[in-house]
């Protein structure tokens, strides 16, 4: 089972953690997440991020998972990538990661277009009544 690591700007990744228990009615198994802050350095936090990385890496690899591209959680996942043991995406939010919940027992590729493809199915336009 790939693991599943989320580094958000402050409480966020600890919300969608537990918004994803309370669909699914459970604790998912090997996920983690680090919130970070404005002031923090990710040079400061990388070996805690590291530290975290291990306890959610089951042997199959782990997705890191990441709010916003270009701010400073993106730039500390950037550092912890490893091409086929430990990939990346951005713009994470609810659908995305319930979709890669669903997936990491298919493999990082398959779980890495699904990840990317709930988020982009997640965003729609409300009909009207």
């Known amino acids: 089972m790939i693991g599943i690591f989320l580094i958000t700007h402050g409480c966020f990744g600890e919300s969608l953690v537990q918004n994803a228990c309370n669909v699914l009615n459970k604790r998912p198994p090997l996920i983690g997440q680090l919130g970070v802050s404005w002031q923090d350095d990710p040079l400061d936090l990388l070996p805690l991020a590291r530290q975290r990385l291990q306890e959610v890496d ?3 690899g782990v997705l ?7 701010a400073t959680p993106a730039n500390l996942s950037l550092k912890l ?5 430990v990939e990346g995406v951005s713009g994470l939010s609810l659908p995305m990661l319930l979709r890669a919940l ?25 009909p009207t009544p």
């Open 58 to 60: 089951g042997g199959s």
């Open 64 to 70: 890191v998972m990441t709010d916003i591209f270009g």
């Open 81 to 85: 990538l490893e091409p086929g043991r």
């Open 102 to 126: 669903t997936y990491r027992e298919k493999g990082m590729a398959t779980m890495l277009d699904k990840a990317v493809s709930g988020a982009r199915d997640g965003v729609m336009k409300l």
